[in-house]
């Protein structure tokens, strides 16, 4: 089946500008998970659904960030008013809570923030 | 806290040769560890998990990785690596069977000569 997607795959903002970023999981998939990559690093945890409820938001790095999964199913991770620093790559990973719960990543919406 | 060490930045071999990559974690209960690949431009791929019983997994691409308790270790190696796993590797460690949430090492950049 179909793997996770993203879009867009790029994003160029102007700072100040907000910005929205999808995930599509794979299908039947419970959780899912946002992280931020910065250039030269590792994947950094934002914050966790388990169908619609956000059960986990400790990695979000400021209230500029905001993520929702209305209906257990898309999420949309939204930052308002982009700075230099959130300039990155975002992952999305789902995963299921019925077989192994090892986490399937997108292919990541990489964020420049001008 | 909890944190995943990846000592090695940059590794260089020869195709054909053997490869070992050391990953080293803190975590004071029974980690869940795993190892992803990131190809230039691409999402993270699932290598192998290790999240009870036999110590030593194999996974994809012929890849296995060997946890040690005693050393809080969980090495990825290979045999005779091909000049396409050149890529970014990295190890990352399971909170909680429950969370999910995954802390990621720095990574490891694999080159491969012919």
């Known amino acids: 089946g179909a793997g996770v997607s993203q879009s867009p795959r790029y994003k160029v903002a102007k700072r100040g500008q907000d910005v929205a970023l999808r995930c599509d999981p794979i299908?039947?998939?419970?959780?899912l998970f946002w992280y931020q990559q910065a250039l030269g690093q590792g994947p950094e945890f934002l914050t966790y659904?388990?169908?619609?409820?956000?059960?986990?938001k400790s990695g979000l790095p400021s209230d500029r960030f905001f993520a929702e999964r209305p209906e257990g199913s898309v999420s949309t991770l939204k930052i308002q008013r982009t700075q230099q620093e959130d300039s990155a790559v975002y992952l999305c990973?789902?995963?299921?809570?019925?077989?192994?719960?090892?986490?399937?990543f997108g292919p990541g919406t990489r964020l420049t923030v001008l | 806290a909890q944190s995943v060490t990846q000592p090695d930045i940059h590794i260089t071999v020869s195709e054909g040769a053997s490869l070992e990559l050391r990953c080293n974690y803190s975590y004071g209960a029974t980690p869940y560890l795993f190892w992803y690949v990131q190809s230039p431009g691409q999402g993270l791929q699932l290598l192998l998990k290790y999240f009870s019983g036999d110590t030593l997994v194999q996974g994809i691409k012929g890849f296995e990785a060997e946890f040690k308790r005693s050393q809080s270790s969980f090495n990825l190696r290979k045999p005779s690596v091909h000049w396409s796993d050149a890529a970014e590797y990295f190890c990352?460690?399971?909170?909680?069977?429950?969370?999910?949430?995954?802390?990621f090492g720095t990574g490891t950049r694999l080159q491969v000569f012919p």
């Open positions: 990973a789902s995963s299921s809570l019925k077989l192994d719960r090892s986490q399937y």
């Open positions: 299908s039947g998939h419970v959780s």
């Open positions: 990352a460690v399971g909170l909680s069977y429950n969370t999910d949430k995954l802390i």
């Open positions: 659904f388990q169908n619609e409820a956000q059960l986990d």
